[in-house]
Each structure stands twice: as C-alpha cells, then as structure tokens.
C-alpha cells in the first residue's frame, strides 16, 4: 500500500492551505521512543458524524508533533482516518484492517503504513470492513480478534488510536476490547447526547460479559459555541454524566460568566481533512487547533506520563 497524493480525497477545497511549515519543522528531530508499552486509546462514540475521525487525526498530528511515535488502526469500512492522513484506503483482501481481522496468520508489521507525516503510521480501514460483522458472527472468541494484533504492537509504538464506525458493532467491540481507554468527542445536539446512554451501556457490558476494565476517560464537546444557549445546556448536562473525564478547551476566566467550553466549529476541519493532513500539523494556530492541543495536553498528562 502506498501513500496516495495529498489530496487523498479527491477534492479540491477553495482557500486550501499549506501545512503550518514551522510546526512540521518541529516535528522532524524529535523522533524518540517515550513509552516502554504503548497505551491504546479507542475514540468511539456510536453517534455518526461526532466527531470521532476528526479527533482521531488531530491527536494523532498533535502527540507526533510531540514526538510520540502514533499508531492509526482504522476500523472504519468508510476509511476516513486513512484518507484523512493521506493514504490510500484498503481495498484487498489482504490489506489493512480487515486482514488483520479476517486472516488467522495475519502479521501486522506487513500492513502498517507509513504516511507521508513524521511519526504516524496507519493500519488502514476500507470497504471490504462491511463484511467483518457477518463472517466473524459465528467465530468463537470474535470480541478479541483486534486485540491480539494490537497488543504484538503495543512494544512497537507509543500511541495506538482505534478510529471506530458510527455503530456499536463487532467492529467497535473489538476496538473496545483492544483499548485500554475510550475518548468520546460529542455533538451538543440532543439526540447526540441522548447517545451516550447506549456506549455507556455497551462499556458496561463489556466490563461485566467480558470481565475487561475499560472506561469512557476523555470526553469534551464539538462545533461547540459558548454564546448558544442549547451549548451551555449541553455542557452541563456531559458535566454532570462524566465529571472526571469532560475536559474544558479553554480556561473560565474570572471577569466572565462561565459557560464552559469545546472544540469550535471551524471550515479548516475539512480543509485540512480533504488536503490529508492532520489538523493540527495543517494549521496549527487555529482556534480550532488550539482546542484540540488542550485535549492533547489532558490526555498526556492524564494516560501518558507515569
Ligand atoms: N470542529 C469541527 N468544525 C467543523 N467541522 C467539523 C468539526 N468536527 C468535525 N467536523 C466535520 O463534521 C463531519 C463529521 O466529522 P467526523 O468525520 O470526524 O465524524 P465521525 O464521528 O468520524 O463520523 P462517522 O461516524 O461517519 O465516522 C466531517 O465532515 C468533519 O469535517
Ligand atoms: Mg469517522
């Protein structure tokens, strides 16, 4: 599999900009192995459209800005992640995520991608994932297939992100049951939230059925305004379901009402998703970015140091 073009989704974004050079340049150098195992981190949330590629990719960019040596593994049949970082999706029976899932002798070191970002490389998602669901039905043992190829990896790299599909199927169970934490981005929409009842259902289950201590450990809100008022309410609300895990972007500054805080909604989301590059290496003084550094910061210091 090679790296595709940077323009990987085949668009042409009016406006388009050049990655932020000096925050590349910031990266090269600064290569260096941080942990001895590395931790896994499953961005999930069964909502469509939340937010979860777009999360995944800005960590990525951001922890290899750091000099964390970044693991991709794309579960999703859409391969956004993939596309997203510049790389062609997997089309064959013998590429990428689905291999690693369908095939019994599978190596993970023969579908590992480089891209064209220092520090990241990518197990890739694609079409052919439609099929994992039904073929692995029967298969005794079928919650664990991921988690075997992730844990050979685990010496191999710092940060493993899992990119999951908008549903709670085998898929996401596998990357659940492969992680060691869940981060979930969140919509401030009602139905959005509403959602959230059924991933903490379904990370309940698997610590019971499946006797695996994993939990939902960062959440934080997206396309989020602190002037509109159904923010503010969303906020409270995610505040009150996950009072240790919600991170605020921004600090409540003391001449001003506290409303929280979340990433904002900004065009260079997509611009930098449709020129392959991780957000936050493609402009990296965005406010946007800015936010999702916040994040960076958390999780690091939360799951990542000590
Ligand atoms: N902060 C933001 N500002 C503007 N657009 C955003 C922001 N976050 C995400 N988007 C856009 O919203 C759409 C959905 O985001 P994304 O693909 O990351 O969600 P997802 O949860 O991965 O979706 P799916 O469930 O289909 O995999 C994309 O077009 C993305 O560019
Ligand atoms: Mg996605």
Redesign the pocket.
């Given at each position: 599999m090679s790296a595709a073009p940077t323009d990987a989704a085949g668009i042409t974004t009016p406006g388009q900009r050049s990655p932020d050079n000096r925050a590349t340049r910031r990266a090269v150098g600064r290569i260096t192995r941080k942990l001895t195992r590395a931790k896994v981190i499953a961005?999930a949330?069964?909502?469509?459209?939340?937010?979860?590629?777009?999360?995944?990719?800005a960590l990525a960019g951001e922890l290899a800005r750091r000099g964390f040596r970044v693991l991709v593994i794309d579960c999703?049949e859409?391969g956004?992640?993939t596309i997203?970082l510049g790389v062609a999706v997997a089309e064959q029976d013998t590429e990428g995520t689905y291999y690693l899932l369908m095939d019994d002798e599978a190596k993970p070191a023969a579908v590992i991608a480089p891209t064209p970002h220092d520090n990241i490389s990518v197990i890739a998602g694609g079409p052919k994932l439609s099929e994992v669901a039904a073929a692995l039905a029967s298969e005794m043992g079928n919650h664990a297939f991921l988690s075997t190829h992730v844990d050979a990896l685990r010496g191999e790299f710092d940060v493993i992100l899992l990119?999951?599909?908008?549903a709670l199927s085998l898929l996401t169970i596998n990357a659940l049951y492969a992680a060691d934490e869940i981060t979930t981005?969140i919509?401030p929409g009602v139905f959005d939230l509403r959602g959230i009842a059924e991933l903490t259902k379904t990370v309940k289950r698997i610590n019971s059925r499946l006797n695996k201590a994993i939990a939902i450990a960062h959440v934080f809100l997206?396309?989020?305004n602190p002037r509109r008022r159904n923010d503010q309410d969303a906020y409270r609300f995610v505040k009150e379901a996950f009072p240790d895990a919600l991170i605020d972007t921004a600090d409540p500054q003391p001449d001003r009402e506290w409303h929280g805080s979340g990433?904002?909604?900004?065009?260079?989301?997509?611009s930098s998703?449709s020129a392959g590059i991780p957000l936050t290496l493609y402009e990296a003084r965005a406010a946007?970015s800015r936010?999702y550094c916040r994040v960076t910061d958390v999780i690091e210091q939360r799951s990542l140091r000590g």
């Amino acid at each position: 599999m090679s790296a595709a073009p940077t323009d990987a989704a085949g668009i042409t974004t009016p406006g388009q900009r050049s990655p932020d050079n000096r925050a590349t340049r910031r990266a090269v150098g600064r290569i260096t192995r941080k942990l001895t195992r590395a931790k896994v981190i499953a961005v999930a949330n069964q909502k469509g459209g939340s937010g979860k590629t777009t999360t995944i990719l800005a960590l990525a960019g951001e922890l290899a800005r750091r000099g964390f040596r970044v693991l991709v593994i794309d579960c999703d049949e859409q391969g956004n992640a993939t596309i997203g970082l510049g790389v062609a999706v997997a089309e064959q029976d013998t590429e990428g995520t689905y291999y690693l899932l369908m095939d019994d002798e599978a190596k993970p070191a023969a579908v590992i991608a480089p891209t064209p970002h220092d520090n990241i490389s990518v197990i890739a998602g694609g079409p052919k994932l439609s099929e994992v669901a039904a073929a692995l039905a029967s298969e005794m043992g079928n919650h664990a297939f991921l988690s075997t190829h992730v844990d050979a990896l685990r010496g191999e790299f710092d940060v493993i992100l899992l990119d999951t599909p908008p549903a709670l199927s085998l898929l996401t169970i596998n990357a659940l049951y492969a992680a060691d934490e869940i981060t979930t981005p969140i919509n401030p929409g009602v139905f959005d939230l509403r959602g959230i009842a059924e991933l903490t259902k379904t990370v309940k289950r698997i610590n019971s059925r499946l006797n695996k201590a994993i939990a939902i450990a960062h959440v934080f809100l997206i396309n989020f305004n602190p002037r509109r008022r159904n923010d503010q309410d969303a906020y409270r609300f995610v505040k009150e379901a996950f009072p240790d895990a919600l991170i605020d972007t921004a600090d409540p500054q003391p001449d001003r009402e506290w409303h929280g805080s979340g990433v904002p909604q900004s065009a260079s989301v997509n611009s930098s998703q449709s020129a392959g590059i991780p957000l936050t290496l493609y402009e990296a003084r965005a406010a946007v970015s800015r936010a999702y550094c916040r994040v960076t910061d958390v999780i690091e210091q939360r799951s990542l140091r000590g």
